[in-house]
């Protein structure tokens, strides 16, 4: 157990439905991340959320749309995705994303594994 | 850009012997170095990172790695392979004075009884 759950752990969806991924974390931390990891190629960061105020989107289609209600939650929107979106959605947290002795020590869920058929 | 570089997609090693898994970096300034370890149908766990200090950092499951300035290297370590290190590995470094990382493309460690 890192702390970090998300949910579900696998969703198969049409490219005409709209999903949501939910993560949620129980460490008191005050950032959260979305990863994408594909087949093949490196971990992309998709979003980043710090004190619930989105700092980072890495020039990611809208048709991922972030939300972030509070620290400890952080959903990540479906909707038309493509069939190259499958991948392994992962979610971290931290303490935070303005550095320090804590930089880059993510706690990171067990993913959701998305199909897009 | 801070970017890491991990040159194998594969490791292979017999159970016993010692491994390295290889990481170079590309970093302005003093870097932070981790490393990272997902198990099948699992998410990332941290194993150790370099701040400052000793060259030689000890971490998790028997892991070290060696920071190399000369070389940019990162080396990550261990004497005894056991069958059960194996598992995808990620060299990682934060942009300056981010929390966020960047990874590198993960090698492949299998370790054969």
């Known amino acids: 157990e890192t702390g970090v759950t998300q949910t579900p752990r696998h969703l198969v969806m049409g490219m005409t439905n709209k999903k949501s991924l939910k993560c949620e974390q129980h460490l008191g931390h005050n950032a959260m991340y979305w990863y994408k990891q594909s087949a093949k190629k490196p971990l992309e960061l998709m979003f980043v959320y710090n004190f619930k105020e989105q700092t980072e989107n890495n020039s990611v289609p809208s048709r991922f749309s972030p939300e972030c209600p509070n620290s400890s939650h952080l959903f990540l929107h479906l909707h038309t995705l493509q069939p190259e979106d499958s991948a392994l959605y992962l979610c971290?947290?931290?303490?935070?994303?303005?550095?320090?002795?804590?930089?880059?020590?993510?706690?990171f869920g067990e993913g959701s594994r998305l199909t897009v058929l | 850009a801070q970017s890491v570089a991990q040159p194998e997609d594969q490791v292979n090693v017999a159970e016993g012997n010692p491994l390295t898994v290889k990481c170079t970096y590309s970093?302005?300034?003093?870097?932070?170095l981790f490393w990272y370890v997902q198990y099948p149908n699992r998410g990332l766990q941290f194993l150790l990172k370099?701040?400052?200090?000793?060259?030689l950092v000890k971490g998790s499951y028997g892991f070290e790695a060696e920071f190399n300035k000369s070389q940019t290297s990162f080396h990550l370590k261990k004497p005894s392979a056991l069958v059960s290190d194996s598992a995808l590995y990620f060299c990682?470094?934060?942009?300056?004075?981010?929390?966020?990382?960047?990874f590198g493309q993960g090698t492949t460690l299998q370790v054969k009884p």
């Open positions: 971290a947290s931290s303490l935070g994303t303005s550095g320090g002795a804590n930089t880059g020590e993510l706690f």
């Open positions: 370099y701040i400052t200090g000793d060259n």
């Open positions: 970093v302005s300034g003093n870097p932070y």
């Open positions: 990682a470094v934060p942009p300056r004075n981010t929390g966020k990382l960047i």
